[in-house]
C-alpha cells in the first residue's frame, strides 16, 4: 500500500461523478489519500465522498465558472491545501465540423481546456507555496489522432496534451510536475451503448492489440504512478493507455504478399 508514498497526501479530483472520475477517486484512496470530489453537483458525488471516507468530501464546482473553481481552491486550501490535482472533468458535443456550432465549439473549449488551465491555476498557487506538487491531466489518443464528428473534442484534447508541457516547463522550477494521460477505448457509462451490440464490442475489440476494451480502472493505475513520488523526475510526458491501438495504422495500408 506504502510502495507509492502517497499515503497522507491531498488529491482534487474534477469530474469525480464520471466512469473514469469514479475510478480515479477510489484508486488514490486505496492509498490512503484524501480525495477531493469535485463535479458540477454534489448529488453525483456526496455518495462516494462518503464510501471512501478519510476525510473525503465533495465540491459543487463548474469547470466553465471562474469564480466556482476560484471558490473550490479556496475552501481546499483552508483545509490544508492539494497536492495533486487531476483534471478529468469533460464534455462532448459531436459534430461535424462543417456544421458544429460556435455554442457548442466554445463549450467544449471552456470545461476541456479553459477549465483545465484554471484548475491548474486555483489549485497550483498553493502547490507552488509549498515548493512541490503534481498535476494529471486526462486527455485523449483524440488529441494525437482526429476524431471525426466530435466538434471541438480533438482540437481541445490536443491543446490539453501542449498545456501540461507548457506547465511542465514553467512549473518545474517551483517544485510541480505535469503529465498527461490519454485513453483509448474505455468502457464506461457514457460510453456502455458501443458494447451494448455484441458485434459492435467484437469489432473494437479487435482493433485493440490486446484485445480487450479498457476500463476505468486502467486509466486510475496510471494516474495513480504518475501523480506519486516514485515518478518525481517525469514531467511533461504523454502516457497512452490504449493497448496498443494508436500503433495499428500501418496495419491498415493494403500490402499484396504480405501476412
Known amino acids: 500500500m506504502n510502495w507509492l508514498g ?3 497526501k491531498t488529491a482534487v479530483i474534477t469530474g469525480a461523478g ?5 475510478a480515479l477517486a477510489r484508486a488514490f484512496a486505496a492509498q490512503g489519500v484524501r480525495v477531493v470530489l469535485v463535479d458540477r453537483g454534489e448529488d453525483r458525488t456526496a455518495p462516494l465522498a462518503a464510501e471512501l471516507g478519510q476525510g473525503a468530501f465533495a465540491l459543487a464546482c463548474d469547470l466553465s465558472r471562474p ?29 461535424p465540423l462543417d456544421s458544429v456550432s460556435e455554442a457548442d465549439w466554445s463549450a467544449m473549449l471552456s470545461v476541456n481546456l479553459t477549465g483545465y488551465m484554471l484548475a491548474a491555476q486555483a489549485f497550483g498557487r498553493g502547490m507552488a507555496t509549498r515548493g512541490a506538487g503534481a498535476l494529471v491531466h486526462i486527455a485523449s489518443i483524440a488529441g494525437s489522432e482526429p476524431q471525426p ?10 491543446a490539453i496534451l501542449m498545456l501540461s508541457r507548457q506547465l511542465a516547463y514553467e512549473w518545474g522550477p517551483k517544485g510541480i510536475r505535469s503529465n498527461t494521460v490519454s485513453p483509448g477505448l474505455v468502457r464506461t457509462p457514457l ?31 496510471v494516474a495513480l504512478f504518475i501523480a506519486s513520488p516514485r515518478a518525481s523526475y517525469v514531467t511533461g510526458q504523454d502516457i ?8 495499428t495504422l500501418m496495419g491498415l495500408v493494403p500490402r499484396p504478399g504480405y501476412a
Request: a negative charge.
Open 191 to 221: 460510453s456502455e451503448a458501443f458494447y451494448a451490440d455484441a458485434e459492435t464490442k467484437a469489432r473494437r475489440e479487435a482493433m485493440v492489440p490486446l484485445r480487450r476494451i479498457s476500463t476505468p480502472e486502467d486509466m486510475a493505475d
Open 149 to 158: 464528428a466530435s466538434g471541438a473534442y480533438s482540437a481541445s484534447k490536443a
Open 67 to 95: 469564480e466556482e473553481i476560484a471558490s473550490a481552491a479556496e475552501r481546499v486550501e483552508t483545509d490544508g491545501g492539494a497536492d495533486i490535482l487531476v483534471n478529468n472533468a469533460g464534455i462532448l458535443r459531436p459534430g
Open 240 to 247: 497512452v493507455v490504449d493497448g496498443g491501438l494508436s500503433q
Open 18 to 22: 464520471g466512469g473514469i472520475g469514479q
Open 6 to 8: 502517497l499515503e497522507g
